[in-house]
């Protein structure tokens, strides 16, 4: 009873000393002892107590018998003291002995009766008094072989947590802590589970643990792992106790959380110092890995963030002051800091900028594109802008602040001395990086954070100046050089790397084109004039008639051929037009295995693949002289498609041939010939669509499905989509669920009527067997529904939804958000109930539902499976994933009157109100209610109807109060979220700006975002030395209901962009065209000053053509009799009206769309003011080039 009695220590309990008298490991088996359940219980607990205090004449394995007899008589009979005939006291202090036993089995099945008999906190009380806790921390302390013992210790201790945090003992923390201290360095195979405890109990009884030093513990470990998941949940431990004032005082902030930059800022860091002198580099690298995962984790939490970004000596200004520190391993490890971060892809390390680049670009091909793997849908997914355009994303709102601090830091200036004075790799990577950064600030920054960065002084000025040394101004050149570079590669936009993506897209954007204009003919470097001796000197150019030696043809050339214009086989029936068909035919056609036996990845794979699908162009083009050739090659392809389904069928039908062989582009020639009526017909003729749908039902031909449901064309009605729809219905799971996924590409290519046909095959979807088909529709029926088209679509259907739980509730709430949609759910009495349940429970259902995005989004965490609690984690971070702010009841009825004067009939805002003005924060249930009243309160604030209320109940000020003063940081947080709501209008961002608080004014989707009349001034002034009657004035924006387009005779406007291919990077202009361009030269190498100025100046001798002229396809200015050109930019609703996308209204990142208009009033008099605009604009040049250069100008997202 030694141990018993010992008094309770301040340090590290550890006692070896009483372990080492103790016999060695008992290997017997546990000795069977009966137990009847039918006699009394006392009876049964007197014979096992009696048996398991005797300190003689049992042997070890029968009391290991009756104490599990006792864990099972518990289960039995339950906690009933009356029944067991014994004081809780009484069969606690026998347990105790057995804690004392020789033997590690009877100890530990002691622990596991403790663990049992410990329900409440009165027995935990009991348990601490008759000081069985040091009796627990011996079997933590001692490592002897005994894991199973210690095993079950932590289990008990983890039921004491359980049970009562608050009454945890130091003894018990003390051998946790000292296992976490040094059992990395004696193995102890318990130091993980060690430190997990303490995690849990830190959250729970944060004082004891702070007491005992275990945050310092903790943090010690976060630089001993180097795995993200375990790193994340010890920093996230600290970070959590920082979150709310009651706890923060446990931490010194200053020290203690810094202490995991030390790796970085300590030039002399060694973690451990009996590290041996050989070790010390891996060590060092080690510790930078652990370092940077601690460092990211932080900056994902809001609490990470305010403190390590805080005015003064801030942690964010002590790694950035390091960048300007030669040390080249530091700079490498704080670069892959910053592209953590800001959740950018590394790129590879090289000397290479060309190379550096292309590794980290979007449309790189990826393993999971393969045709064995996700294909065309997970390549579209990528590639192709999500639909939303009205609900904000919160990423860029986390994105923006954290940004924001970096900038205010002095980040770009550490940057350009990085690339200035490191060697190559790094001053690439740094680069990339800087180019990035800017890129990002343009896009999600406020016009007043961001119009000033890039300029970027301190590199043009290095690039430029004699005086600095010719390295660095080297350096600094090829810098410029490079961000000019990643800014054109960043306004083409992703581009699609699989053909069959490609074809979609293009055959999308031709269809809207069609409807638009006369589609413009594609020059080609080989077309010199269009004449026959021209075509003939092709012919024998390309070697074609020659040899067939088929790779060494010139295909070039024969591309040339088969896009000449005005050649066909009707207009050249010469026989050397014919032979070089047939060649082409005979390389092509199955049954020749030249074409379809080359492997995927030949050189010349691509190049053959585009030829042949002009190839099949070119005969459609052929009328009856081509229909026989081109019924040849169908014909043959259904012939090889029909050997699939005998015995042995051909080796390029097998799996492998199609996975590994250009035969899986035979697809895409029926697919060129599904997009054209005539090519439609032909596949009838050859009765290709019967046998494709005899081929959607059969089994184990996923690859061939995959192929035929990514190349068919969809947008007219006919048999290709009822191929689809059957595939949908009626394959495999896998096929269906690609098919399903393959409904998003289409949508997100803006495939022609998908209103009509598409939301029928989603709603079909919905009722699939398989849950994991019918979530994957939902929520591609989420994003549809951002399409006002498609939301009326999916009300006139009336589907089912209820079956689907909270996310089916979330759509249908769409439909409030239009009034058929209200009147039709109004009706059925939908929107009482939801507003009574929205009050009770789902406004803390939807906090839950947005931070458990935010934190997908954010950590490691992933969401758990179905009917599974375990939470799971990942070793690797989703690259830049974007959180959609989810549907919520208030929000979609603020979208009509009506529904506002619902919530205002029900006080629901006063309501809201006053539960922001007098928060609960002691408590998390108190904090949990504060953030659903700020998400109601922001989702109502979303639109002008909504905002109105929240002004009348003057509620908007005290959202800024919180999220500038209040003492948990979480909320200030969620604030931040709730103001980017709110600035979804432009009434709100007025509202705001009164309050200091500034927002993105731009959509999302906008290539050339315009400045706010403040900077225009500013970037008037700095003209304001230009010699030339040019000058830009900027006036007050209108309100949003009194816009001045109704007062202009003529405006033009910014419209969003459709959705196209990477070569479609054109500014769209629309307005009422002038007759004739203006003749003045662009002078100016940017893009920027090219479409923002000169294409907005006319000439006054030019006569305005109406607006129907066909003729005109650029906007110009507006010919007034003012003495100066001015230009008036008002911001109004959004009216524009995009025909390749239908009847979308396009809304901001964090406000609404604004059309943004431009006046142009002048009056020239004569030839001499020519020459003065000319001078103007090569003066302007000067002033702006520099933008586009340093890449910050536009930009795709």
């Given at each position: 009873?030694?141990?018993?009695?010992?008094?309770?220590?301040?340090?590290?309990?550890?006692?070896?000393?009483?372990?080492?008298?103790?016999?060695?490991?008992?290997?017997?088996?546990?000795?069977?002892?009966?137990?009847?359940?039918?006699?009394?219980?006392?009876?049964?607990?007197?014979?096992?107590?009696?048996?398991?205090?005797?300190?003689?004449?049992?042997?070890?394995?029968?009391?290991?018998?009756?104490?599990?007899?006792?864990?099972?008589?518990?289960?039995?009979?339950?906690?009933?003291?009356?029944?067991?005939?014994?004081?809780?006291?009484?069969?606690?202090?026998?347990?105790?002995?057995?804690?004392?036993?020789?033997?590690?089995?009877?100890?530990?099945?002691?622990?596991?009766?403790?663990?049992?008999?410990?329900?409440?906190?009165?027995?935990?009380?009991?348990?601490?008094?008759?000081?069985?806790?040091?009796?627990?921390?011996?079997?933590?302390?001692?490592?002897?072989?005994?894991?199973?013992?210690?095993?079950?210790?932590?289990?008990?201790?983890?039921?004491?947590?359980?049970?009562?945090?608050?009454?945890?003992?130091?003894?018990?923390?003390?051998?946790?802590?000292?296992?976490?201290?040094?059992?990395?360095?004696?193995?102890?195979?318990?130091?993980?589970?060690?430190?997990?405890?303490?995690?849990?109990?830190?959250?729970?009884?944060?004082?004891?643990?702070?007491?005992?030093?275990?945050?310092?513990?903790?943090?010690?470990?976060?630089?001993?792992?180097?795995?993200?998941?375990?790193?994340?949940?010890?920093?996230?431990?600290?970070?959590?106790?920082?979150?709310?004032?009651?706890?923060?005082?446990?931490?010194?902030?200053?020290?203690?959380?810094?202490?995991?930059?030390?790796?970085?800022?300590?030039?002399?860091?060694?973690?451990?110092?009996?590290?041996?002198?050989?070790?010390?580099?891996?060590?060092?690298?080690?510790?930078?890995?652990?370092?940077?995962?601690?460092?990211?984790?932080?900056?994902?939490?809001?609490?990470?963030?305010?403190?390590?970004?805080?005015?003064?000596?801030?942690?964010?200004?002590?790694?950035?002051?390091?960048?300007?520190?030669?040390?080249?391993?530091?700079?490498?490890?704080?670069?892959?800091?910053?592209?953590?971060?800001?959740?950018?892809?590394?790129?590879?390390?090289?000397?290479?900028?060309?190379?550096?680049?292309?590794?980290?670009?979007?449309?790189?091909?990826?393993?999971?594109?393969?045709?064995?793997?996700?294909?065309?849908?997970?390549?579209?997914?990528?590639?192709?802008?999500?639909?939303?355009?009205?609900?904000?994303?919160?990423?860029?709102?986390?994105?923006?602040?954290?940004?924001?601090?970096?900038?205010?830091?002095?980040?770009?200036?550490?940057?350009?001395?990085?690339?200035?004075?490191?060697?190559?790799?790094?001053?690439?990577?740094?680069?990339?990086?800087?180019?990035?950064?800017?890129?990002?600030?343009?896009?999600?920054?406020?016009?007043?954070?961001?119009?000033?960065?890039?300029?970027?002084?301190?590199?043009?000025?290095?690039?430029?100046?004699?005086?600095?040394?010719?390295?660095?101004?080297?350096?600094?050149?090829?810098?410029?050089?490079?961000?000019?570079?990643?800014?054109?590669?960043?306004?083409?936009?992703?581009?699609?790397?699989?053909?069959?993506?490609?074809?979609?897209?293009?055959?999308?954007?031709?269809?809207?084109?069609?409807?638009?204009?006369?589609?413009?003919?594609?020059?080609?470097?080989?077309?010199?004039?269009?004449?026959?001796?021209?075509?003939?000197?092709?012919?024998?150019?390309?070697?074609?008639?020659?040899?067939?030696?088929?790779?060494?043809?010139?295909?070039?050339?024969?591309?040339?051929?088969?896009?000449?214009?005005?050649?066909?086989?009707?207009?050249?029936?010469?026989?050397?037009?014919?032979?070089?068909?047939?060649?082409?035919?005979?390389?092509?056609?199955?049954?020749?295995?030249?074409?379809?036996?080359?492997?995927?990845?030949?050189?010349?794979?691509?190049?053959?693949?585009?030829?042949?699908?002009?190839?099949?162009?070119?005969?459609?083009?052929?009328?009856?002289?081509?229909?026989?050739?081109?019924?040849?090659?169908?014909?043959?392809?259904?012939?090889?498609?029909?050997?699939?389904?005998?015995?042995?069928?051909?080796?390029?039908?097998?799996?492998?041939?199609?996975?590994?062989?250009?035969?899986?582009?035979?697809?895409?020639?029926?697919?060129?010939?599904?997009?054209?009526?005539?090519?439609?017909?032909?596949?009838?003729?050859?009765?290709?669509?019967?046998?494709?749908?005899?081929?959607?039902?059969?089994?184990?031909?996923?690859?061939?499905?995959?192929?035929?449901?990514?190349?068919?064309?969809?947008?007219?009605?006919?048999?290709?989509?009822?191929?689809?729809?059957?595939?949908?219905?009626?394959?495999?799971?896998?096929?269906?669920?690609?098919?399903?996924?393959?409904?998003?590409?289409?949508?997100?290519?803006?495939?022609?009527?998908?209103?009509?046909?598409?939301?029928?095959?989603?709603?079909?979807?919905?009722?699939?067997?398989?849950?994991?088909?019918?979530?994957?529709?939902?929520?591609?029926?989420?994003?549809?529904?951002?399409?006002?088209?498609?939301?009326?679509?999916?009300?006139?259907?009336?589907?089912?939804?209820?079956?689907?739980?909270?996310?089916?509730?979330?759509?249908?709430?769409?439909?409030?958000?239009?009034?058929?949609?209200?009147?039709?759910?109004?009706?059925?009495?939908?929107?009482?109930?939801?507003?009574?349940?929205?009050?009770?429970?789902?406004?803390?259902?939807?906090?839950?539902?947005?931070?458990?995005?935010?934190?997908?989004?954010?950590?490691?965490?992933?969401?758990?499976?179905?009917?599974?609690?375990?939470?799971?984690?990942?070793?690797?971070?989703?690259?830049?994933?974007?959180?959609?702010?989810?549907?919520?009841?208030?929000?979609?009825?603020?979208?009509?009157?009506?529904?506002?004067?619902?919530?205002?009939?029900?006080?629901?805002?006063?309501?809201?109100?006053?539960?922001?003005?007098?928060?609960?924060?002691?408590?998390?249930?108190?904090?949990?209610?504060?953030?659903?009243?700020?998400?109601?309160?922001?989702?109502?604030?979303?639109?002008?109807?909504?905002?109105?209320?929240?002004?009348?109940?003057?509620?908007?000020?005290?959202?800024?109060?919180?999220?500038?003063?209040?003492?948990?940081?979480?909320?200030?947080?969620?604030?931040?979220?709730?103001?980017?709501?709110?600035?979804?209008?432009?009434?709100?961002?007025?509202?705001?700006?009164?309050?200091?608080?500034?927002?993105?004014?731009?959509?999302?989707?906008?290539?050339?975002?315009?400045?706010?009349?403040?900077?225009?001034?500013?970037?008037?002034?700095?003209?304001?030395?230009?010699?030339?009657?040019?000058?830009?004035?900027?006036?007050?924006?209108?309100?949003?209901?009194?816009?001045?387009?109704?007062?202009?005779?003529?405006?033009?406007?910014?419209?969003?962009?459709?959705?196209?291919?990477?070569?479609?990077?054109?500014?769209?202009?629309?307005?009422?065209?002038?007759?004739?361009?203006?003749?003045?030269?662009?002078?100016?190498?940017?893009?920027?000053?090219?479409?923002?100025?000169?294409?907005?100046?006319?000439?006054?001798?030019?006569?305005?053509?109406?607006?129907?002229?066909?003729?005109?396809?650029?906007?110009?200015?507006?010919?007034?009799?003012?003495?100066?050109?001015?230009?008036?930019?008002?911001?109004?609703e959004p009216s524009s009206y995009s025909p390749s996308q239908g009847d979308n209204y396009v809304f901001p990142r964090r406000t609404e769309q604004k059309t943004t208009f431009f006046v142009l009033k002048h009056k020239f008099m004569g030839k001499q003011n020519r020459c003065l605009i000319l001078k103007s604009l090569q003066n302007l040049e000067c002033c702006v080039i520099q933008n586009a250069v340093c890449g910050g100008s536009s930009g795709t997202q």
């Amino acid at each position: 009873m030694h141990v018993l009695c010992c008094p309770r220590r301040h340090g590290p309990l550890r006692l070896p000393f009483v372990y080492f008298a103790l016999p060695g490991r008992n290997d017997s088996g546990e000795e069977n002892v009966p137990l009847d359940l039918s006699r009394e219980p006392s009876d049964n607990l007197h014979e096992i107590l009696q048996n398991v205090a005797k300190p003689h004449g049992v042997s070890n394995m029968r009391k290991l018998g009756h104490l599990n007899n006792l864990i099972k008589l518990l289960c039995s009979i339950g906690h009933c003291e009356e029944r067991f005939g014994f004081t809780y006291e009484e069969i606690i202090i026998c347990l105790r002995l057995a804690l004392l036993n020789e033997a590690k089995e009877v100890r530990a099945a002691g622990l596991r009766a403790l663990r049992y008999l410990m329900k409440d906190s009165s027995i935990l009380q009991l348990i601490l008094r008759l000081q069985v806790d040091y009796l627990i921390a011996r079997c933590i302390d001692i490592k002897q072989s005994n894991e199973v013992e210690r095993t079950q210790a932590l289990r008990l201790v983890r039921k004491m947590i359980t049970v009562n945090a608050l009454l945890f003992p130091s003894s018990v923390t003390n051998s946790l802590i000292a296992v976490g201290n040094d059992g990395l360095q004696e193995r102890d195979p318990m130091v993980r589970a060690c430190i997990a405890v303490i995690c849990e109990l830190a959250l729970k009884n944060p004082a004891v643990v702070a007491q005992r030093g275990g945050l310092s513990t903790i943090l010690k470990n976060v630089i001993d792992s180097q795995l993200s998941r375990i790193n994340e949940a010890l920093i996230t431990t600290i970070l959590h106790l920082l979150n709310h004032p009651h706890t923060r005082q446990y931490v010194r902030s200053d020290v203690e959380l810094e202490q995991i930059l030390a790796p970085y800022t300590d030039f002399h860091y060694r973690h451990n110092p009996e590290t041996a002198e050989a070790q010390l580099k891996e060590d060092k690298q080690a510790r930078f890995l652990a370092s940077k995962m601690a460092i990211v984790a932080a900056f994902r939490s809001w609490s990470g963030i305010i403190n390590l970004c805080k005015p003064g000596n801030s942690g964010v200004q002590s790694l950035i002051g390091l960048l300007c520190i030669p040390n080249m391993e530091v700079r490498k490890g704080l670069m892959e800091v910053m592209y953590e971060i800001f959740r950018l892809p590394i790129p590879v390390a090289t000397q290479d900028f060309e190379e550096a680049l292309h590794s980290i670009d979007p449309s790189r091909f990826q393993d999971m594109w393969r045709l064995s793997d996700g294909f065309v849908a997970a390549e579209a997914k990528v590639i192709l802008p999500h639909r939303a355009r009205s609900r904000p994303d919160l990423m860029d709102n986390y994105l923006a602040l954290v940004l924001s601090a970096f900038i205010t830091s002095g980040l770009l200036e550490g940057l350009v001395e990085v690339i200035t004075s490191s060697e190559d790799q790094i001053s690439v990577r740094a680069t990339l990086l800087l180019g990035e950064l800017l890129h990002m600030a343009n896009t999600i920054l406020p016009h007043t954070h961001s119009h000033h960065l890039h300029c970027l002084p301190t590199l043009i000025k290095m690039a430029a100046s004699f005086d600095v040394p010719i390295e660095k101004r080297m350096r600094a050149s090829a810098a410029v050089n490079h961000l000019k570079r990643f800014h054109e590669k960043k306004k083409r936009g992703p581009k699609p790397h699989s053909l069959y993506l490609d074809h979609i897209i293009r055959k999308s954007m031709a269809t809207h084109q069609k409807r638009e204009q006369q589609p413009r003919v594609q020059k080609d470097m080989y077309i010199i004039k269009d004449s026959e001796e021209a075509l003939l000197m092709n012919l024998k150019d390309s070697q074609i008639l020659n040899h067939k030696q088929n790779l060494d043809w010139n295909w070039v050339l024969i591309s040339t051929t088969l896009k000449w214009p005005n050649v066909n086989m009707k207009n050249n029936k010469d026989e050397q037009m014919h032979k070089f068909v047939r060649r082409l035919l005979y390389f092509y056609k199955p049954s020749s295995k030249l074409f379809s036996a080359l492997e995927l990845d030949h050189s010349k794979a691509r190049q053959l693949t585009v030829v042949g699908c002009q190839f099949v162009e070119f005969l459609m083009d052929s009328d009856e002289e081509g229909q026989a050739y081109m019924e040849d090659l169908v014909k043959d392809i259904v012939q090889w498609l029909t050997s699939s389904s005998g015995l042995k069928p051909d080796r390029s039908l097998q799996s492998n041939g199609l996975l590994n062989t250009l035969s899986q582009h035979y697809f895409l020639f029926l697919g060129t010939l599904s997009a054209q009526p005539n090519g439609v017909k032909m596949l009838e003729k050859c009765s290709v669509f019967q046998c494709l749908l005899h081929l959607s039902s059969m089994k184990n031909q996923d690859a061939l499905l995959k192929l035929t449901i990514a190349a068919l064309d969809y947008s007219r009605e006919g048999l290709a989509r009822v191929i689809l729809s059957k595939i949908l219905t009626a394959a495999t799971d896998n096929c269906r669920m690609y098919a399903t996924k393959h409904l998003r590409v289409l949508l997100r290519a803006n495939v022609e009527f998908f209103s009509n046909w598409g939301m029928e095959l989603l709603v079909t979807q919905l009722h699939d067997h398989n849950k994991a088909i019918s979530m994957e529709a939902l929520d591609i029926l989420d994003e549809a529904c951002e399409d006002k088209a498609n939301l009326h679509a999916l009300i006139q259907m009336k589907p089912a939804l209820s079956h689907l739980g909270d996310k089916g509730v979330l759509l249908l709430l769409r439909f409030l958000s239009i009034p058929k949609g209200f009147s039709y759910l109004n009706e059925r009495g939908y929107v009482t109930k939801q507003l009574e349940k929205w009050q009770k429970e789902y406004n803390l259902k939807y906090v839950d539902l947005i931070e458990e995005q935010l934190n997908e989004a954010l950590t490691t965490y992933r969401k758990p499976v179905d009917g599974d609690n375990y939470v799971r984690r990942s070793n690797q971070r989703l690259q830049r994933p974007n959180v959609y702010l989810p549907v919520h009841l208030y929000g979609q009825l603020v979208h009509d009157k009506t529904g506002c004067q619902l919530l205002e009939v029900q006080s629901v805002v006063p309501d809201l109100s006053y539960t922001v003005r007098s928060p609960m924060l002691d408590k998390w249930e108190g904090i949990k209610q504060l953030k659903a009243a700020l998400w109601a309160l922001g989702n109502i604030g979303s639109s002008n109807w909504g905002l109105n209320l929240l002004q009348e109940e003057n509620v908007i000020p005290d959202i800024i109060a919180l999220a500038q003063h209040c003492e948990v940081l979480s909320i200030r947080g969620t604030c931040l979220y709730v103001l980017g709501l709110i600035s979804k209008t432009k009434q709100g961002c007025d509202v705001l700006k009164l309050h200091s608080w500034d927002a993105v004014r731009h959509s999302r989707r906008q290539l050339w975002p315009v400045a706010p009349d403040e900077v225009d001034q500013q970037l008037s002034s700095e003209l304001s030395s230009v010699p030339s009657t040019l000058s830009l004035n900027s006036e007050s924006t209108s309100s949003r209901h009194n816009s001045e387009s109704e007062s202009q005779p003529s405006l033009f406007y910014l419209e969003d962009d459709s959705v196209g291919g990477p070569e479609d990077t054109s500014l769209y202009l629309r307005s009422k065209p002038l007759k004739d361009r203006s003749p003045l030269t662009l002078l100016a190498s940017s893009r920027f000053v090219r479409s923002r100025f000169l294409n907005s100046i006319s000439l006054p001798t030019k006569k305005p053509r109406s607006t129907s002229d066909p003729k005109s396809s650029v906007s110009m200015g507006v010919i007034r009799d003012d003495p100066v050109i001015r230009r008036n930019r008002t911001v109004t609703e959004p009216s524009s009206y995009s025909p390749s996308q239908g009847d979308n209204y396009v809304f901001p990142r964090r406000t609404e769309q604004k059309t943004t208009f431009f006046v142009l009033k002048h009056k020239f008099m004569g030839k001499q003011n020519r020459c003065l605009i000319l001078k103007s604009l090569q003066n302007l040049e000067c002033c702006v080039i520099q933008n586009a250069v340093c890449g910050g100008s536009s930009g795709t997202q």
